[in-house]
Every structure is written in C-alpha cells, then in structure tokens.
C-alpha cells in the first residue's frame, strides 16, 4: 500500500504566498505522475498542477505564472509553491500520485489521494 502525507497550508493574505508538501510511503516501485487538485467550497475538485517522471509540467489557466510544482524523487515528494494568492484560490488542496508498487517482480499500479489541506486566502 502506498500513502500520502500532505503538509503546509494555512491562511494567508491576499498577494501572499504558501507552500504545500505532500509526501509518499510504502511499496513504491516508481511514481508517475504527480498532481495537485483544489476543491472548492460548493465546487467540483479540478486539477491545478501535474508532473510526470520526465519533469514536463501543467497548470490550470488560473493559476499559470503563480504557482510552482515540483518534485523530489529521492523523497518521494511533491510540492505546490503558491504566490500572489488570491481569495479564490482558497480551497482544499490535495496531492494525487500514480506509480507502480512492486510485489516480488509483480508490478501493480497504485493511484492514491492526500487527505487535502485547507489553503485560506483573506482579502
């Protein structure tokens, strides 16, 4: 099995910045593909920022040029850096990973979710 522990958020002001962590454990052969989504209050869960093994990266039109992801391979981990928050950027942030785990030379793919940090942002 393979779990995600997400760290960082809180509030912030408006124009501020925030960073976010998320990092995986467990049977993790490899790690695919890297996500962050945001749900908002009353909203669908959508997709701000993804990365894949090779490095290349994506970003939701709203926050293009605000916000940062990245990622550590060693750690397993990927971070969300925010800046010039605005109030519509607060949300419940959570990481999505998708790798491979390996029983005994049996490779399984594995998807899993954060438990979602609240990310506030006052005007």
Same mark, same amino acid.
């Given at each position: 099995?393979?779990?995600?522990?997400?760290?960082?958020?809180?509030?912030?002001? $408006?124009?501020? $910045?925030?960073?976010? $962590?998320? #990092?995986?454990?467990?049977?993790?052969? +490899?790690?695919?593909?890297?996500?962050?989504? *945001?749900?908002?209050?009353?909203? #669908?869960r959508e997709l701000v920022a993804s990365t894949n093994s090779g490095g290349?990266? +994506? &970003?939701? !039109? $709203? =926050?293009?040029? *605000?916000?940062?992801?990245? *990622? !550590?391979?060693?750690? +397993?981990? =990927? &971070?969300?850096?925010?800046?010039?928050?605005?109030? #519509? !950027?607060?949300a419940v942030y959570y990481c999505n990973m998708k790798g491979y785990s390996d029983y005994g030379g049996r490779y399984r793919s594995f998807e899993?979710?954060?438990?979602?940090?609240?990310?506030?942002?006052?005007?």
């Open positions: 099995q393979v779990q995600l522990v997400e760290s960082g958020g809180g509030l912030v002001q $408006s124009g501020g $910045s925030l960073g976010v $962590s998320c #990092e995986a454990s467990g049977n993790i052969f +490899n790690i695919v593909g890297m996500s962050w989504y *945001r749900q908002a209050p009353g909203k #669908e290349a990266t +994506n &970003y939701a !039109d $709203s =926050v293009k040029g *605000r916000f940062t992801i990245s *990622r !550590d391979n060693a750690k +397993n981990t =990927v &971070y969300l850096q925010m800046n010039s928050l605005k109030p #519509e !950027d607060t899993v979710w954060g438990q979602g940090t609240l990310v506030t942002v006052s005007s």
